[in-house]
């Protein structure tokens, strides 16, 4: 007989993946009044709408600036207060752009434009004109990310314009085993 964390089949088959429930309830919240402000000023998810890329640097600079106005002392968000009477807190809009960034970064919805000391250069080597900003793509470092079936590699396939595998082909490889690998991507000797 086989014992399972809590008696439950399932728990042992959720560890190691995300822990949606340790995500404060008030966070959650709050980043959803500053969504929920942000549909009514600019429209539903509109940093994915194709040809509508998004330039990482309105981000930064949105939420810095509800950064600085928490850091000030001012809580919450004054012309957000039809969405809570006391208004969204600002580190709600703050995770808000942050999840924004993510999911833009991800999608393949964002310019990069952040300075060329977060591409690793030094300030001395920046070129004088920045007129082609980085477009970013799905953040993936898989090798194989052509078969891939993770929701990342799924959306780089669908940036890089390449056919997505059936689902019939994706059972398939998901049955077969997988040869295990040693230390340092060797295969185990005899």
């Known amino acids: ?20 429930h340790a995500i404060p309830t008030p966070a959650l919240r709050e980043c959803g009044g500053a969504m929920q402000q942000g549909e009514e000023k600019y429209g539903l998810v509109n940093w994915r709408v194709e040809g509508q890329e998004v330039s990482a640097s309105t981000y930064v600079d949105a939420l810095m600036r509800h950064l600085h106005k928490w850091m000030e002392g001012e ?21 808000a752009c942050c999840a924004i960034l993510i999911d833009a970064e991800r999608g393949g919805h964002m310019i990069d434009d952040r300075p060329s000391a977060a591409r690793g250069k030094r300030p ?18 898989h090798v194989n990310w052509k078969s891939c079936e993770c929701a ?16 019939t082909e994706a059972v398939k490889r998901a049955a077969k085993p997988r040869k295990r690998r040693g230390a340092l991507g060797a295969t185990p000797g005899p």
């Open 152 to 167: 990342a590699c799924w959306t780089r396939r669908d940036v890089e314009g390449m056919p997505q595998p059936s689902l």
């Open 1 to 20: 007989m086989t014992i399972y964390p809590n008696g439950n089949p399932k728990a042992a088959a959720a560890k190691g993946k995300a822990q949606y």
């Open 124 to 141: 001395g080597e920046v070129k004088a004109s920045r007129t082609e900003p980085r477009r970013s793509g799905p953040a993936v470092s």
């Open 75 to 95: 809580q919450c968000s004054d012309d957000t207060r039809h969405i809570f009477p006391e208004g969204v807190h600002h580190l709600g809009h703050v995770m």
